[in-house]
């Protein structure tokens, strides 16, 4: 409700009436929580459990406190408490793992978790998401501590039990250097309509592959009508040997209009049909924003000019040419 000055009066006169209640600790440590006053919040939670030792509750609030102060000790310590109290409980062994894996005690996380899968073999339903959770957090511990050939091995023995299939296919292409591309394809051919899984491989490859995906990736995002398809771009311009890359450049150049306004679909390829009067616009937009971007304020505003002449109704021209006259004033 936003009465903090009254939470505290209250939780002093509750404490004042009775200092050996873990109760009014407990609620005066989550008032001093409220008020972002966390070492004190801390104190408080502490004094209710040296009152009532085994207060779960009490334990999970503290806990939670400490790995948001990164007192990661102290974390450890309250999860083997709460792990003590409620042994039979998935999430106590987990917490205690977690505790360690934060710690870089990496053999001891490891060993906590297959403790509790040795000592919890019931029979699985067909889809147990918190198992498949279990194996994929299992995996991710032995990948940071540098164990990548028995984290493929684990990954590939339980792959039947693991629910979330992108997780695995993720997981494994993390694992399997050589085998990346195989899972790359696999992703593709499952989501053939997704735009990412065409995107990412511009970003790390080179020569006449860099330029066939990109003129394919532009060709697409053109005819489409994408306004945002050069903000996919920018990350190509951090790289020097691709900004320099005359085929780069003349990529964009070799999609211009010929005199009878149809597009090349290739270099030195021409179309022989008609293209929309919209993927026009679009290639004039996009051109502005390559040379604005590499600086060329002049030959940005011939194409954003050309654009608004084009469709003099689109906000997004207009927009685009103030950025680059906001540039050259600068």
């Keep these: 409700m936003g009465k903090h000055e009254e939470a505290q009066e209250c939780v002093k006169r ?69 792990l003590m109290l409620r042994p039979q409980q998935r999430i106590a062994w987990i917490g205690y793992a977690t505790a360690y894996h934060l710690l870089k005690d990496y053999d001891m996380a490891l060993k906590i978790v297959s403790e509790f899968c040795n000592s919890n073999r019931v ?13 994929l957090y299992q995996n991710m511990i032995l990948r940071e501590s540098g164990q990548l050939e028995l984290a493929l091995n684990k990954l590939e023995e339980n792959a039947s039990q693991i629910v979330d299939r992108v997780a695995y296919m ?43 995906l990109l003129f394919n990736y532009l060709i697409t995002g053109l005819r489409k009508g994408v306004p945002s398809l050069f903000k996919y771009l920018i990350p190509l311009y951090v790289d020097t040997d691709k900004v320099k890359y005359k085929d780069f450049i003349n990529f964009l150049l070799l999609l211009c209009l010929s005199s009878s306004s149809k597009l090349f679909l290739a ?6 049909l008609p293209e929309s009067p919209t993927t026009v616009l679009w290639l004039y937009y996009l051109l502005a ?7 060329s304020v002049q030959q940005a505003l011939v194409y954003i000019n050309r ?23 600068l």
């Design 14 to 82: 509750g404490l004042k009436a009775d200092l050996r209640s873990h109760v009014c600790w407990h609620v005066f440590g989550l008032v001093q929580r409220s008020e972002k006053k966390y070492d004190e919040a801390m104190k408080a939670y502490k004094q209710a459990l040296r009152l009532d030792r085994d207060n779960m509750q009490i334990l999970r609030d503290l806990s939670l406190l400490q790995i948001q102060m990164r007192d990661l000790d102290g974390y450890r310590d309250s999860r083997y408490r709460l």
């Design 307 to 329: 654009a608004i002449q084009h469709t003099p109704t689109l906000i997004e021209l207009y927009m685009i040419k103030a950025k680059i006259h906001k540039v050259r004033i």
């Design 123 to 135: 029979e699985l339903p067909e889809y147990d998401f918190e198992q498949s959770e279990l194996i």
């Design 170 to 212: 993720e997981t494994r292409a993390e694992n399997d250097i050589e085998g990346r591309y195989e899972v790359y394809k696999k992703a593709v051919s499952m989501n053939p309509h997704a735009a990412t899984p065409k995107r990412v491989p511009l970003y790390f490859l080179h020569g006449t592959q860099f330029e066939s």
């Design 289 to 295: 924003q390559h040379y604005d971007k590499l600086g």
């Design 267 to 272: 270099p030195f390829r021409y179309n022989p």
